[in-house]
C-alpha cells in the first residue's frame, strides 16, 4: 500500500507506542515475581507468562491493522488500567505509590491514552487508520476474532498451567 509521509510517520509512531507498551505490560506482569527468577528453573514461567500476554498482542495487532472492534478493546483496557492505577491511590499506601509496579503501571497508562488521542487528533496516525479501513475487508474482522480467541484460550491454559509452577 502506498502511504503519504505523512501516514508512514504516524504509522510509525503507532508501531513504535504500541510495542513499548506491549513491552511494559510484560514488564510489569514478571515485577511481582522478580525475587523468585532465576533463569535455569523459572524460563518455563517466564514462557508461560509471554503466553499469557498474547491476547494483548492480538488486540494491538488488530488495533494497528485499523479494526474498529480492536479500538474499542483497546479503549476499554485503557480505562481498566486508569481503574487499577487510581485504585491504587485510593489505599494511600506511600509504600504501593512509588513501588516499581506502580510506576509501570502509571508508565503504561498515560502511553495508553497517548495512542488513544494520537488516534482521534486527526494528524498521520488517524490518517493511517481510516486508509488501514477502507482496504479491509469482511474477512478481517473473523480471522482477527478467531485468533482472540484462540489467543484467549492459549493464555487460560498457559496462566492456569503456570499455578502450578509455584
Do not use: N
Amino acid at each position: 500500500m502506498d502511504y503519504s509521509a505523512t501516514e508512514r510517520s504516524g504509522r510509525f509512531y503507532l508501531r513504535s507506542l504500541l510495542c513499548v507498551i506491549f513491552i511494559l505490560m510484560a514488564v510489569q506482569t514478571l515485577l511481582p515475581y522478580r525475587g523468585m527468577l532465576s533463569l535455569p528453573r523459572s524460563l518455563p514461567f517466564i514462557l508461560l507468562t509471554a503466553l499469557t500476554l498474547l491476547p494483548s498482542a492480538v488486540v494491538f495487532w488488530a488495533f494497528f491493522r485499523g479494526s474498529w472492534p480492536g479500538l474499542v478493546v483497546f479503549v476499554l483496557g485503557t480505562f481498566q488500567f486508569i481503574e487499577r492505577v487510581t485504585d491504587l491511590f485510593y489505599v494511600r499506601d506511600v509504600e504501593l505509590m512509588v513501588s516499581p509496579y506502580t510506576l509501570v503501571g502509571v508508565l503504561c497508562m498515560l502511553l495508553r491514552l497517548t495512542v488513544f488521542f494520537m488516534a482521534l487528533r486527526g494528524d498521520g496516525t488517524a490518517r493511517y487508520l481510516e486508509r488501514r479501513r477502507e482496504v479491509r475487508l469482511t474477512r478481517d474482522h473473523f480471522i482477527e476474532g478467531g485468533v482472540f480467541l484462540l489467543s484467549f484460550i492459549v493464555a487460560g491454559l498457559a496462566e492456569s498451567y503456570s499455578y502450578g509452577l509455584f
